[in-house]
């Protein structure tokens, strides 16, 4: 079992919609928790960096970790075409280990 | 803050040949990484730096590669006797320090003719 699973996409939406990405992962130490946007050709993005269980909200972007169920969530409101990109859900032990991205269309 | 640097953009080179990378860190970033993304992947840890010791290793990494960040600014990857399943694109990221967000470079894309 991958330490983080993702759904590889593409999910496709409409402007406007609101966008819910998830990924699951298997060691329940792991404390802390980021998303990462990745457009074609770059880098990966920090989006949301979160310790431990709850929520977190900026701008348009809220992240959620459910350590009980090892689930960890993004949510976009009010999508953009811009959003078109790869949200890499990552945990962090002593290095980072990524899924394998969910690839998002916003048309 | 000018973000993490990454050069070349892309290399490309025959099968055998030797190559070499180099990330400029975040100034005053500690930590250094080194990743490698193939098409439709996530990243993968390859190794890291606290500033210029090299403190783990990947088993990703075989004893062709070797990396190194002397007097812990900025930092080299060199693959010797490339072959095709090199081909990726190397990422650098760099931190303040442990835990805090990495910051990644555009990376730089490796294809083997």
């Known amino acids: 079992q991958k330490e983080v699973e993702q759904d590889p996409g593409p999910l496709s939406v409409p402007e406007g919609a609101i966008v819910s990405l998830n990924c699951t992962y298997s060691n329940s130490a792991f404390q802390y928790f980021m998303w990462y946007r990745q457009y074609s050709r770059k880098g990966p993005e920090l989006l949301m960096y979160t310790y431990s269980s709850g929520n977190k909200e900026d701008g348009r972007f809220t992240a959620q970790v459910d350590k009980s169920s090892k689930y960890i969530s993004l949510f976009i409101r009010d999508s953009q075409p811009s959003d078109s990109a790869t949200y890499l859900c990552v945990v962090n032990d002593s290095t980072l280990t990524f899924g394998k991205g969910t690839m998002l269309l916003v048309s | 803050d000018t973000g993490v640097s990454q050069d070349p953009r892309h290399k490309i080179t025959k099968r055998g040949q030797n190559v070499t990378f180099r990330c400029d860190p975040i100034s005053e970033h500690n930590r250094l990484y080194w990743y490698r993304q193939t098409l439709g992947q996530g990243p993968e840890f390859l190794t890291y730096f606290q500033n210029e010791a090299q403190l783990e290793k990947s088993r990703l990494l075989s004893d062709r590669f070797s990396a190194e960040r002397p007097k812990g600014s900025f930092s080299t990857l060199e693959i010797q006797r490339t072959e095709q399943g090199d081909s990726a694109m190397y990422l650098c990221?760099?931190?303040?320090?442990?835990?805090?967000?990495?910051?990644f470079g555009d990376g730089t894309r490796l294809s083997i003719l």
């Open positions: 990221a760099s931190s303040l320090v442990k835990d805090q967000p990495q910051h």
